[in-house]
């Protein structure tokens, strides 16, 4: 167990929907990175959050936002939902040590 | 930009022997950290382990080691008296280090090993 937790497991949504998934970071960690996993695939990048602010951002489109709060838990919001956006969505939380510690993940199917 | 290759999809082990699984990267940077994660089908990501490139002594745990080598950009994985629980995906990452501040992880699309009774 990495005390990392997201919420909700498992999601399923319609095209054009929007969809909040939900992080709680391990205790001391400071900063918070969001990854989407396709199937069969490796997780791919979409942000991470430092003290409140976004600290980096990979290729994702503006309808992919965030969150992250004083007590360092963190949302993923999607607007507009794609048939592409179903796919396992990963919260690591960390330290400027560099480990990065993944949560369950939660799972979205976009119909 | 910086690139993950694992360049063998599947791999299978019988329980007890050793196995390694190889990863390749590509990067202009000199500071930056490599680990090795583990996903079950239960999917969640647990770290294997992490190396600083800027250590040359390859990190262990416990059955787990690297094999690291900087100047060819390589750092493979060696499980050693594998057991039924190490059935899983595994990832190699890449993480930039930027002197205090936490970089991105960048996968590689992951190994498939099974290890058989």
Same mark, same amino acid.
């Given at each position: 167990?990495?005390?990392?937790? +997201? ?28 990854? +989407?996993?396709?199937? @069969? ?53 960390? +330290?400027?040590? @560099? ?13 | ?44 990501? =647990?770290?294997? =382990?992490?190396?600083?490139? %800027? ?15 900087? $100047? ?6 060696? =499980? ?7 059935? $899983?995906? %595994? ?5 930039? %280090? %930027? ?6 992880? =960048? ?11």
């Amino acid at each position: 167990e990495t005390g990392v937790t +997201q919420s909700p497991t498992h999601l399923i949504k319609t095209r054009g929907q929007q969809v909040t998934l939900r992080c709680s970071s391990q205790s001391g960690h400071n900063t918070v990175s969001w990854y +989407q996993q396709a199937l @069969g695939q490796g997780p791919q990048f979409i942000f991470q959050y430092y003290r409140e602010e976004e600290n980096g951002r990979g290729n994702f489109p503006p309808r992919f936002s965030g969150l992250q709060f004083p007590n360092y838990s963190s949302e993923l919001n999607v607007n507009a939902l794609e048939l592409d956006d179903s796919a396992l969505y990963l919260c690591a939380s960390g +330290q400027t040590t @560099g480990t990065q510690y993944f949560g369950p993940g939660t799972r979205l199917l976009v119909l | 930009a910086q690139t993950v290759t694992q360049s063998q999809p599947e791999m299978s082990v019988q329980e007890a022997e050793t196995v390694t699984l190889s990863c390749t990267y590509d990067t202009s940077e000199n500071n930056y950290y490599l680990f090795w994660y583990k996903q079950p089908p239960s999917r969640q990501m =647990i770290l294997v =382990i992490r190396q600083e490139a %800027y250590k040359q002594q390859n990190a262990t745990e416990n059955r787990f080691s690297v094999n690291f080598q900087k $100047a060819a950009k390589s750092f493979s994985l060696k =499980i050693s008296d594998s057991q039924l629980g190490d059935t $899983a995906m %595994y990832f190699c990452a890449f993480m930039n %280090y %930027y002197g205090g501040s936490q970089g991105n992880l =960048i996968f590689g699309k992951g190994t498939k090993l099974s290890v058989k009774p």
